[in-house]
C-alpha cells in the first residue's frame, strides 16, 4: 500500500471522531448563574431580580428567560412565579405560573399570568379559563377575571366584570376601581352592592357607586334603587352607612315603604336601627291608603313610638273625594293614644271584667288651623282627628261654612265616613246661621246641636236646651216676607238644600211672627249671633293666610302661638358631589 493510500485510509476511519469533536468545540449560549445586586432596593422603586433557578439569554433576544422560583421586588412589593421574561432595559415582563404579588403582610394579588410595563409601572393579570385573579387587602377580597393594577397610584381596576367582598358587603359591576392603601373603591355599570347581615336584607341597584371598605360607607352618585325589608329608596346622590344603617338622601329623592306610603323631600335623614328619619324642604309624605298627604318644610318621623311631627307651611290634604280637602296649622303631629277600657264581665261565656288598653292613632294640628274644601271650609285654634272612632275635633273658637251655612260653638266635633261629614256635634255653645240676604239669617242657637248629613248636605238639626230661633219663613213663590222669633227646649228640623222642610219643637214654644215691614232690626240677631266672613278660607291657598280678626280672637281666648316642640336635627352626611348645602337642605329654624 502506498504512502498515500494509507493516509486517505486513516482520514475515512477518523472522520466521525473529527465531526463529533468539531460540534462539540462549537460555541453554545453562555449558561449564567443569577447574580444577586449589590444595589440598594429602595433606590428609585426599581425592579430587581433576586432569585431565579436558571437564567437564559440568546444573543438575538431581547429579553432573558428566568425559570424554577422566580423572585423579583420592587420597592416593598415581591411579585413570584414559575417562569419569566424579563426585558431589563425597561424592566418589564411576562411571568408566567402561580404568579402572586405581596406586599407586607397585607397585600396579595394571586394570578395565572402577568404583563408589567417597566415604563408606565402597570400590571396586568390574568387568570386561567374557570379560575379568578384574586387580590386580597386583608379583610377584603377582589375577584375578576383581568385585573389591572397601577403600582405608580396603588390603583387596581377591572374592565371585564369583577366582585368585591368586605365582612359586610359585596359588590359586583362591569367596570371598578380599587385603591389598596386607602380603600376607596369606584364601580360603575350594573353596580349591585348586597349586605351580609342575615337578619335582614340590603340591595342597591346603580350605576355609579363610591364604596370605603374600611367605613363600609357607599356613595350612590348617579339613579340607584335601595331596597330592604321595610321598602324602597329611589334617589340620584345619597350616603349610605351599611354598618350603622343610616343614610342621607339629595336631590329631592323617593322612600316608598312596604306599606304604601311614599316620601320626598330635598335632603332625607334616615337612621334605620334609631327608627327615625328626618325630612328638609318641601316634604311631601303620602298614604294612598288613606288618600292623605303631609305637606311641610321639615318632617320628623320615629318608627318606634309611631310618631310624627312636620311644620313649615305644614298642610294636610285629604283628596277621598271628589273635590281635595286642604288643612294647614303651623305644626303637624301624630302619635298613638292610649285609652283604658272597662270590659264587663260576660256570665254566658263565663270571663270576668277587666280592663284592656286600646290604641289609636291620633294626628294633631296646631295652631291657627286652617281648611278649604270646595264645600266645606273652616278654622280654630287646634285639630285632632282620631282613627279609632273617625272623629276629627276642633277646639276653641272653631268655625264651619258649608254654601252659605255657618256653625260655630265651643267645640265641634265631626264624624267621618272616608273624609265625608255623616254627623257634626256641637256640645257646648252651639249656633248655626244661614244667611238669606243682606243682612237677614236665619238663626238657631241652643246648648247642644247635633247635625246629621247626607252626601254632604244637612237633612236634619236637632237642638237640645236654651233653643233660640230667628227665621225667614219662604213663601210658595219663594219670596220672604215675615220673621219669626221664638224660644223652646228641644227642636228638630229637616231640610231639603236651603229650604226648610219642618221644624218640631217642645214641649212648650213662644215666639212671635213678625212682617218684614213691621220688623225692627233688634229682631233681626240673636244675642250670640256673629258672622265670622272674613275669617273664612277662599281658596286653597287662603289657607296659609291668618286674618288679624281671626289672631285677635285666638288671644283673646288666651291663646298664644306655642312654641315649637323639639326636633331630633340629625347629623346629616356631607353631599358627595362635593357641593354646598343649597337652603333647602339646611336645618330650617322655628
Not at 414559575?82 to 424592566?91: K, L
Not at 294636610?316 to 270590659?343: C, I, K, N, P
Not at 265631626?414 to 243682606?438: C, R, V, Y
Request: a negative charge; charged letters at 20%.
Amino acid at each position: 500500500m502506498s504512502r498515500r493510500s494509507f493516509f486517505v485510509l486513516m482520514l475515512v476511519l477518523a472522520l466521525p471522531y473529527l465531526v463529533s469533536r468539531a460540534a462539540y468545540r462549537r460555541p453554545q449560549p453562555p449558561r449564567i448563574a443569577p447574580v444577586i445586586p449589590t444595589a440598594d432596593r429602595t433606590a428609585g422603586n426599581r425592579v430587581f431580580l433576586e432569585r431565579a433557578g436558571r437564567l437564559f439569554k440568546h444573543t438575538g433576544d431581547s429579553f432573558m428567560i428566568l425559570v424554577d422560583t422566580v423572585v423579583f421586588t420592587k420597592g416593598p412589593m415581591i411579585m413570584r412565579c414559575d417562569s419569566a421574561h424579563y426585558y431589563a432595559e425597561t424592566e418589564s415582563m411576562d411571568a408566567f405560573g402561580n404568579v402572586s404579588m405581596e406586599q407586607g403582610d397585607t397585600l396579595f394579588v394571586y394570578a395565572d399570568e402577568l404583563r408589567y410595563d417597566g415604563l408606565e409601572e402597570v400590571a396586568t393579570l390574568y387568570a386561567d379559563p374557570g379560575k379568578k385573579v384574586r387580590l386580597i387587602n386583608r379583610d377584603v377580597m377582589l375577584q375578576t377575571d383581568v385585573f389591572i393594577y397601577n403600582l405608580a397610584y396603588d390603583l387596581g381596576y377591572f374592565e371585564v366584570g369583577g366582585r368585591l367582598t368586605d365582612p359586610s358587603n359585596t359588590l359586583t359591576s362591569l367596570y371598578g376601581e380599587y385603591a389598596p392603601s386607602t380603600k376607596e373603591a369606584n364601580f360603575y355599570t350594573d353596580v349591585h352592592l348586597n349586605s351580609r347581615n342575615s337578619t335582614d336584607t340590603l340591595d342597591i341597584y346603580s350605576d355609579t357607586l363610591y364604596y370605603n371598605t374600611a367605613t363600609h360607607v357607599a356613595e350612590l352618585l348617579s339613579p340607584s334603587t335601595v331596597i330592604n325589608a321595610r321598602g324602597t329608596i329611589y334617589t340620584s346622590l345619597g350616603v349610605y352607612d351599611t354598618d350603622s344603617n343610616r343614610t342621607t338622601l339629595f336631590n329631592r329623592s323617593l322612600i316608598v315603604t312596604s306599606q304604601g306610603q311614599t316620601l320626598t323631600a330635598d335632603t332625607i335623614f334616615y337612621d334605620r336601627t334609631a327608627g327615625y328619619g328626618e325630612a328638609f324642604g318641601g316634604m311631601i309624605l303620602t298614604d294612598t291608603a288613606h288618600s292623605v298627604e303631609l305637606h311641610a318644610d321639615y318632617g320628623f318621623y320615629n318608627e318606634l313610638t309611631d310618631s310624627s311631627f312636620a311644620t313649615g307651611r305644614a298642610t294636610v290634604l285629604e283628596y277621598s273625594e271628589e273635590d281635595t280637602l286642604y288643612m294647614h296649622g303651623r305644626y303637624v303631629q301624630s302619635f298613638l293614644a292610649f285609652d283604658t277600657v272597662e270590659v264587663a264581665a260576660d256570665t254566658i261565656a263565663g270571663t270576668e271584667a277587666y280592663t284592656r288598653v286600646d290604641t289609636s292613632h291620633v294626628a294633631v294640628l296646631y295652631p291657627r288651623v286652617r281648611f278649604y274644601r270646595a264645600d266645606m271650609q273652616g278654622v280654630c285654634d287646634s285639630m285632632r282627628f282620631t282613627e279609632a272612632d273617625t272623629m276629627l275635633r276642633m277646639f276653641v273658637n272653631p268655625v264651619v261654612w258649608n254654601q252659605d251655612q255657618q256653625v260655630f260653638g265651643n267645640v265641634i266635633e265631626l264624624e267621618l265616613n272616608d273624609s265625608t261629614i255623616e254627623k257634626a256635634i256641637l256640645p257646648d255653645q252651639a249656633f248655626t246661621a244661614q244667611h238669606i240676604e243682606g243682612e237677614h239669617y236665619n238663626q238657631m242657637s241652643g246648648k247642644e246641636m247635633i247635625a246629621y248629613f247626607t252626601d254632604g248636605q244637612m237633612r236634619r238639626l236637632d237642638i237640645n236646651g236654651n233653643v233660640e230661633i230667628i227665621m225667614y219663613p219662604e213663601e210658595s213663590d219663594s219670596t220672604i216676607n215675615k220673621i219669626v222669633n221664638a224660644e223652646s227646649s228641644f227642636l228638630t228640623a229637616r231640610f231639603k238644600g236651603r229650604t226648610t222642610e219642618s221644624i218640631k219643637t217642645w214641649p212648650q214654644t213662644t215666639g212671635t211672627a213678625t212682617p218684614l215691614f213691621l220688623a225692627k232690626k233688634s229682631l233681626y240677631k240673636l244675642p250670640k249671633f256673629q258672622w265670622f266672613g272674613d275669617m273664612r278660607p277662599m281658596s286653597p291657598d287662603d289657607i296659609y293666610n291668618v286674618p288679624e280678626s281671626m289672631e285677635q280672637r285666638m288671644l283673646e281666648s288666651g291663646h298664644p302661638i306655642p312654641p315649637e316642640p323639639p326636633r331630633r336635627l340629625s347629623p346629616l352626611h356631607q353631599r358627595p358631589d362635593g357641593k354646598e348645602p343649597e337652603p333647602q337642605d339646611t336645618v330650617p329654624q322655628p
